[in-house]
């Protein structure tokens, strides 16, 4: 992180809702002398203590309305590693692999649930007959 950006103090702005996240990290970085590519942005209500109900502003071509929910919204700007897209996409695909592979794993477990269930149908029917 740029080390004079964590010691200075809070700045507010008044800030149009059509501005994208993108401008708003150029802001920041202006501000506060981050790098736009190593910033993580988060919006929450002003008052709000535990940061973790913060929303991450995490697509740079929404509008902050998107985001800003409330006049009385404030933007927590934390430093993270710039990602290449490579390495997104990458975790992306594996991520969608494993919901495939889980997708298919529950639907196999369900034609075994309904063939258990078929087979103990006909087994019950067969005894009835005799």
């Excluded at 920041?28 to 209500?45: E, H, N, P, V, W």
């Amino acid at each position: 992180m740029a080390p004079e950006s964590s010691h200075k103090d809070p700045v507010s702005r008044k800030l149009p809702g059509s501005m994208t996240v993108a401008n708003l990290k150029r802001m920041c970085q202006q501000l506060f002398g981050l790098d736009a590519a190593k910033q993580r942005l988060f919006c929450r209500l002003v008052g709000e203590k535990d940061v973790w109900d913060a929303e991450p502003m995490d697509d740079d071509l929404k509008n902050i309305d998107h985001y800003v929910t409330s006049e009385e919204s404030e933007v927590l700007m934390q430093e993270g590693d710039a990602e290449k897209e490579e390495d997104k996409e990458e975790r992306l695909r594996l991520r969608l692999e494993a919901e495939d592979r889980e997708s298919a794993r529950l639907e196999a477990m369900g034609n075994v649930q309904r063939t258990g269930v078929m087979a103990a149908k006909s087994a019950a029917a067969v005894s009835s007959v005799h």
